[in-house]
């Protein structure tokens, strides 16, 4: 297993397929991805970096966007990287609008879960975060995953003041019981002032959490974070923003749509270029040099301080 210069094992690949989406959520940190070309990676060239990630102990693919399912090739793209032996957990991250019609061939491809994306379960509040996004598919969407056994779903919630954060009793009582874990999100701060406006601290709702807990699961290679096991629910929150553990627990690296390795959310100054290499001729060797290379960048952005170290806020354009 690979480790970088801080000693972190590298197990994961987060790709972006697309930076396209049907949604404009007017939080979206588009993965920390600005100023990037509309070049796609094909599904081969998706699957050959894949495979170079696991010959390096890469375990772990999570297929994200933009919106991964607004690309016609989706299938093809999960068909081709389960496909890669030593990939043991294929998952995607979705809005899921499209996902009730997807679900169950993106399952016969290969894909294992999904995390969805809904921050509440109020149809205006949701058509206002997602500027015109509908509920009801979205819910669809769900169900089709869970009937499918793409599980456990996990919701992604990003919790802001005074949007949704009176709901998040209601969510896990909404999913109580059934193959759900509900991520409680706090808001990475982009540019302009809806950080400041809607950040919502989860701290004491952490504690709470940890006092009413049945059970708790430390994930120490997912950021070092808790699964709160509660009657009939499970809760996880993730605080990504100034948080020394988020980061000394990090063990991704990342892949933009257009074929660079990207070794931070946080960061754009640092991106390795494999895709033009590739479709030069470049044999497997370089290609491995271009993926140590970008290893060797990975450096925790928020330390011991708290503070990053390049700035503390997303440009994401
Ligand atoms: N379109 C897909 C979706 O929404 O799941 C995949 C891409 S989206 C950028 C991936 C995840 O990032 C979503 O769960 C979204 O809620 C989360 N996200 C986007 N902007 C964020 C922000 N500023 N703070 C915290 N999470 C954010
Ligand atoms: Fe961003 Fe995902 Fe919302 Fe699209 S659906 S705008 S990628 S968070």
């Not at 389960?82 to 491809?109: C, F, P, Q, W």
């Not at 509908?134 to 869970?146: D, S, T, Y």
Request: contains cysteine; charged residues 30%; proline residues 3%.
């Amino acid at each position: 297993m690979l480790r970088d210069s801080f000693g972190r094992p590298l197990t994961s690949m987060r790709i972006s397929i697309t930076q396209r989406c049907n949604f404009r959520c007017r939080y979206c940190h588009h993965e920390g991805i600005s100023g990037a070309s509309g070049d796609e990676m094909t599904p081969q060239e998706i699957r050959r970096i894949v495979a170079l990630g696991a010959r390096f102990g890469v375990r772990k693919v999570k297929l994200t966007g933009g919106e991964p399912l607004v690309r016609e090739d989706v299938v093809e793209i999960v068909d081709e990287i389960a496909r890669v032996r030593g990939i043991e957990d294929l998952s995607m991250t979705t809005n899921a609008y499209y996902l009730a019609d997807l679900a169950h061939e993106l399952k016969r491809a290969g894909l294992d879960r999904v995390n969805v994306s809904l921050d509440t379960l109020r149809s205006d509040v949701f058509s206002w975060i997602t500027r015109g996004g509908k509920l009801e598919r979205v819910i669809a969407g769900i169900e089709a995953a869970l009937e499918a056994e793409l599980t456990p779903v996990k919701i992604n919630m990003v919790v802001m003041r005074g949007i949704n954060d009176g709901e998040i009793h209601e969510m896990l009582s909404r999913f109580s019981g059934s193959e759900v874990v509900l991520q409680l999100i706090e808001l990475v701060e982009t540019q302009g002032d809806f950080f400041r406006r809607y950040f919502f601290d989860l701290d004491e709702l952490e504690e709470e959490l940890a006092r009413r807990a049945i059970a708790v699961h430390e994930r120490r290679f997912m950021h070092g974070r808790r699964q709160y096991q509660l009657n009939g629910a499970r809760v996880e929150v993730i605080k990504p923003m100034h948080n020394s553990r988020f980061c000394a627990h990090c063990t991704r690296l990342r892949v933009t749509h257009d074929g660079k390795f990207k070794p931070c959310l946080m960061r754009s100054d640092n991106l390795v270029d494999f895709l033009t290499p590739m479709r030069r001729g470049a044999g497997d060797e370089e290609l491995e040099r271009l993926f140590l290379e970008a290893v060797l960048r990975r450096e925790p952005f928020f330390r011991e301080s708290g503070e990053g170290k390049v700035g503390n806020t997303l440009d994401t354009g």
